[in-house]
């Protein structure tokens, strides 16, 4: 769940928060290189691709998930995805030290893409390694972790935490701690039975 339905709640929710340092943030750096503001409107225009990017990375993830976890691995795949969303973190971490805004950009495609994966893999991998009995109970961890992701969003959101004008890189960045983690823990999950008994042919571990 941590690394699942978690990061997609996180961000949905996480964004909303620094959108005025954002825009700021945008037009201070435009005119660095321009020498000249932007117009009111076509900041509003960079602000909303900014936030509607993850989306579109959301939606190429998503069409992504079906045939590459079924040629590499359920397990394989969401490891790989963590380290996309690692760099989306590290990209949004560093933008305002780059003055560079379209690395806000690159990091929510980025990390649209591994929240499409991770949404996806996440209620198949978890129904196919729980034992039976609790099949039930771990599917409901997708809406579970989801809306915890969104509460976590808002809490660390707060001008008093990661929301001040200072720390927006960081609050953007926060959410590569869930990939870290499950980058990090996801080596000891056993692979999926499907995986095992039809790519593998081994019906001894499956």
């Known amino acids: 769940g941590i690394g699942g339905s978690f990061p997609y709640g996180f961000h949905i929710s996480v964004i ?18 321009h020498g000249s503001p932007l117009h009111p409107e076509t900041i509003m225009l960079l602000w909303s691709f900014i936030v509607s990017v993850y989306g579109i990375g959301g939606f190429l993830g998503s069409l992504c998930c079906g045939y590459l976890t079924t040629k590499y691995r359920k397990k394989k795949c969401q490891m790989i995805t963590n380290l996309i969303m ?10 305002k030290t780059a003055k560079s805004f379209e690395m806000i950009l690159v990091g929510r495609f980025l ?29 409901s961890t997708v809406a579970v972790f989801l809306t915890l992701g ?4 808002q809490v660390v959101g707060l001008r008093e935490i990661l929301g001040s004008e200072a720390l927006w890189p960081w609050l953007l960045a926060s959410s590569g701690l869930s990939a870290l983690v ?9 692979d999926s039975p499907s995986y095992l008994l039809i790519q593998k042919g081994n019906e001894e571990a499956c």
Not at 86 to 95: H, I, K, Q
Not at 182 to 190: E, I, K, M, S
């Open 150 to 153: 969104k509460l976590t969003g």
């Open 16 to 33: 909303n928060y620094p959108s005025v340092h954002i825009r700021k943030f945008i037009n201070e750096t435009w005119i660095d290189r």
């Open 111 to 139: 990390y649209g893409i591994g929240s499409g994966f991770s949404l996806n893999i996440h209620p198949q991998y978890i129904g196919e390694i729980s034992p039976k009995k609790l099949r039930g109970f771990t599917n």
């Open 182 to 190: 499950q980058l990090v823990t996801l080596p000891f999950f056993p």
């Open 86 to 95: 690692l760099v989306a973190a590290l990209s949004m971490a560093l933008s």
